[in-house]
């Protein structure tokens, strides 16, 4: 079961919301050392907006809790930057919300009107899209969206354009309907340039995991965390189990369930059960939905008694919502934490600390928040990045978290600090290698070599 004194399911749409983490790509090869975040808070436009809030600029503000989003269930659409001057075009880094595009290309412009294509794709498949290996020129980076990936629109939460101040000369060479800035109205899909197999040179690919060992990112380090949040959380080491979990542990916050504790009353359950409708239409919880915005912010179960705790663990033998489920995970808790972990300079441990203060605390910025808790320790010691000594940076970030969970009386037991993660980073064991023995709760774990 959930172990009583947890924090769960924050929801995604609120945790977003509540502050920035910044998503900081690690760069490989040759352009490492060069490459530049161009975009940020730089000029943009879009062929069209949901709505007024959600505008073009916001997918380019370096804030994860706000994003763009376009005119829905139309086909094209695009947003594009203006960087000012042309550039030299390196890297592209996409973290899109629930409504993704299947099919969209990246295209650079030196005067906002003839469109040179850089990356294409047709089999996008949403969360984070790290184009590497780019090669291209412009003023102008846009994203043209030719399918949807959902029966919504395109959104996105940072579109990142990476590279320098130096031009070189694209390989790709413009589309035939590329010159054209199209409306959200156009009644025909431009065509699409050759996908990410095609045998054109060079080929971007997504960016290579670091080195087993060193990057929480490798599957069996990924593994080793979820086992590890799973050991606190649910007081066993098979995380795998959860997806099915569905309880209401008397929080306030309504039904706690899945791998992450999502929850009917804080908005990431809902976001959830509508992630895998708009991926299986007519899926056993769809009809739970109306619901579900009901009782969103309480912790009523008006409308999903009886039999919504039944069809939750229906749906969860379903590969498809078992893969919503760590889609959302990932894109609310994993990636930003270890992106942001990987811009301090951390190694896995430190890397798997960010991950489990943001999935107890939440990424805002108040002073109990992850964002709250990485400023408090950094106010007493230096990242690895900063010039700092690791053991003395995550030393003080622990501390720092102890302190935000002791204003808590559901958080006054510490000892997944205390006998987790304070051994490994006392026994110096950076990279998170196993054997691993800890205790949480009284409990005692261990994970094999």
């Not at 080491?237 to 992450?260: C, M, N, P, V």
């Amino acid at each position: 079961m959930k172990h009583p004194l947890r924090l769960a399911g924050l929801g995604a749409a609120a945790l977003l919301a509540a502050g920035t983490v910044t998503t900081v790509v690690v760069m490989q090869g040759a352009d490492a050392a060069t490459e530049t975040l161009l975009s940020q808070g730089r000029p943009a436009a879009s062929s069209s907006v949901e709505s007024s809030s959600l505008g073009a600029t916001l997918a380019f503000d370096g804030n994860t809790g706000t994003r763009w989003a376009s005119a829905e269930g139309s086909d094209p659409q695009w947003v594009r930057v203006d960087l000012g001057a042309t550039r030299r075009i390196t890297h592209v880094n996409l973290l899109w919300e629930a409504a993704y595009g299947k099919a969209y290309r990246i295209e650079t412009s030196a005067d906002g009107d003839a469109w040179t294509t850089i990356y294409s794709t047709t089999s996008g498949n949403g969360g984070t899209d790290d184009l590497t290996g780019l090669n291209g020129t412009g003023r102008y980076v846009r994203l043209f969206g030719t399918a949807r990936g959902t029966q919504w629109g395109y959104s996105l939460f940072e579109f990142k354009v990476y590279g320098s101040g130096t031009e070189s000369t694209p390989s790709a060479t413009p589309s035939g309907t590329g010159g054209t800035t199209p409306s959200a109205s156009a009644s025909a899909s431009p065509s699409v340039s050759p996908s990410r197999s095609a045998t054109s040179s060079p080929t971007p690919t997504k960016s290579p995991t670091s080195a087993p060992g060193k990057d929480l990112t490798d599957p069996r380090k990924k593994d080793i965390a979820m086992q590890l949040v799973s050991s606190a959380e649910n007081s066993s080491l098979d995380w795998k189990a959860q997806y099915k979990y569905i309880e209401d542990i008397g929080d306030g916050r309504g039904y706690t369930a899945g791998i992450i504790g999502f929850c009917s009353g804080t908005g990431d359950m809902l976001e959830l059960v509508e992630l895998y409708s708009q991926r299986v239409p007519g899926n056993v919880l769809a009809k739970y939905l109306p619901a579900l915005r009901s009782v969103n912010n309480s912790d009523s179960h008006a409308g999903l008694d009886p039999n919504f705790t039944r069809d939750w663990k229906t749906a969860a033998a379903d590969s498809a919502f078992q893969q919503a489920q760590n889609d959302e995970r990932d894109r609310v808790y994993f990636n930003p934490s270890v992106n942001q972990a990987k811009a301090d300079g951390l190694r896995a441990l430190g890397q798997f600390i960010y991950y489990d203060a943001i999935v107890m605390h939440g990424p805002g910025n108040s002073p109990v928040s992850f964002g709250g808790i990485r400023k408090a320790a950094m106010a007493k010691a230096k990242t690895p990045a900063q010039g700092g000594d690791e053991a003395t940076y995550l030393n003080a970030f622990l501390d720092a978290r102890v302190a935000a969970m002791k204003t808590e009386e559901a958080h006054s037991d510490t000892s997944r600090v205390d006998t987790a993660q304070r051994v490994f980073l006392n026994n110096r064991n950076f990279d998170l290698n196993p054997p691993l023995s800890w205790k949480v709760y009284g409990d005692s774990f261990s994970i094999a070599a």
